[in-house]
């Protein structure tokens, strides 16, 4: 859940919803694992405090890899 957020918040700045949407079943690997790591971070006392922003760059990523 934590993953599709950070995506979506990414992608809508970015394409449509219908376009999003595709893109998300396309990569839906990489959005969960993305995520996943997102979530670690955010249960790391200090850490926590900048995971929001690493999760987004991230995803950022994640949204602009052409593969």
């Known amino acids: 859940l934590l993953g599709r957020d950070y995506f979506e918040t990414v992608a809508l700045r970015r394409l ?11 990569r839906r690997r ?7 790591v997102a979530a670690l971070l955010l249960t790391i006392p200090g850490l ?20």
Request: glycine share 2%.
């Open 16 to 26: 449509s919803p219908d376009q999003v949407s595709a893109l998300r079943q396309r």
């Open 30 to 36: 990489r959005v969960w694992v993305a995520g996943s």
């Open 48 to 67: 926590n405090l900048i995971a929001p922003v690493i999760a987004t760059a991230a995803f950022v990523h994640v949204v602009q890899d052409p593969s």
